[in-house]
């Protein structure tokens, strides 16, 4: 009888052992590849903040952080693949200003509600780029041009901050019209080529082309000096309220379980303040004190869509 109990119990209990080893496996997490989307193409200020962070992480968290470039509809082609995703922690993505400003539209498709932010990595002021070789040499050369004929303007898309401020100043009389380029190096390029007239960026996504002198800044659209331009005037400075800074946020689909967010955001945080991102963060023209915690990032992104809804609401509609 000893016998047989013993042969029932041995396998029942190689059994709940096998099973154990399955749960604590499920359990540990990250256990596997994190997926880290970028909706725009590669080579773009989202694509290298997502593998320079992704760098980073990969020590931190012992999975890979492989990047998934999906461009498309100003970001939210990209931004649909995480709302896609299961609610696991294995699906993050880098979203933009230029994504979340679609926010400021009356019926936006993206909602607040369906992501949960890890935090924001990198803040930097717009400007107006024109190519070295323009007749443009200041701002107020391009007011001038643009006031007797139309200028085309490169930006990533339509209801993006780019856009929101070339309709910013045609409401005051400048012929500027928006051409938007979902590829980042057609874009930075395309004042170079002659294809456009001015290009709205970062002056960190084009250091190669300012570096190199092939296209320089005229205007940046800042709330104070931008201290590695000092003989660039901002918009505030000349009497324009208009600012939306770029800003690049880590965000995972709501409803992640919350000790797997503050794995996550505590990973960020602390990659946050290396050297090595500082580093980066300088080679950008970046904002040295860009990193804004998880629990910051909303009341942060709150007032930037603020300012987004009152510059729109103050540009006539186009009949």
């Known amino acids: 009888m000893r016998a047989c109990i013993r042969a029932v119990a041995l396998p029942a209990l190689a059994f709940v052992a096998w099973y154990s080893g ?3 496996a499920q359990d ?3 256990s596997r590849p994190i997926e880290f989307v970028v909706p725009w193409g590669p080579g773009g200020g989202a694509d290298q903040v997502a593998r320079k962070l992704g760098q980073l992480l990969e020590a931190e ?3 890979s952080l492989p990047v998934i470039n999906v461009a498309g509809a100003t970001g939210q082609t990209g931004h649909a693949k995480l709302i896609s995703a299961n609610a696991d922690g294995y699906t993050i993505e880098v979203m933009t200003g230029d994504t979340f400003a679609l926010l400021a539209e009356p019926n936006p ?3 607040l509600a369906d992501f949960t932010p890890l935090g924001i990595l990198i803040q930097q002021a717009s ?8 007749a443009m040499k200041t701002w107020a050369d391009v007011e001038a041009a643009a006031r007797t004929r139309a200028l085309k303007v490169a930006v990533t898309g339509f209801s993006s901050p780019d856009d929101i401020t070339v309709n910013y100043f045609a409401a005051r009389g400048l012929k500027l019209s928006s051409v938007p380029y979902a590829k980042p190096g057609e874009r ?3 004042i ?10 970062q002056a960190g ?6 570096d190199s002198k092939q296209i320089r800044p005229v205007i940046f659209f800042y709330g104070g000096k931008v201290n590695d331009f000092p003989g660039i005037p901002t918009s505030t400075s000349l009497g324009h309220n208009i600012t939306l800074p770029q800003f690049r946020v880590v965000l995972v689909k709501a409803g992640t379980d919350p000790a797997r967010v503050k794995l996550l955001s505590d990973a960020i945080a602390r990659a946050a303040q290396t050297a090595d991102f500082k580093a980066y963060l300088k080679e950008q023209y970046a904002d040295e004190a860009s990193f804004v915690p998880a629990q910051e990032v909303l009341p942060y992104m709150q007032r930037w869509l603020e300012e987004a809804k009152k510059v729109m609401a103050a540009i006539p509609v186009k009949k």
């Not at 400007?127 to 323009?134: G, L, P, Q, T």
């Not at 996504?205 to 300012?210: F, Q, T």
């Open 61 to 63: 968290l012992k999975v």
């Open 22 to 24: 399955i749960t604590t």
């Open 192 to 201: 170079v080529g002659g294809h456009a007239d001015l290009l709205y960026e």
């Open 109 to 111: 498709k993206i909602k």
């Open 205 to 210: 996504d084009v250091r190669s082309l300012v």
């Open 127 to 134: 400007a107006f780029f024109v190519a070295e070789n323009s």
């Open 188 to 190: 930075y390029t395309s």
């Open 28 to 30: 540990k997490y990250p």
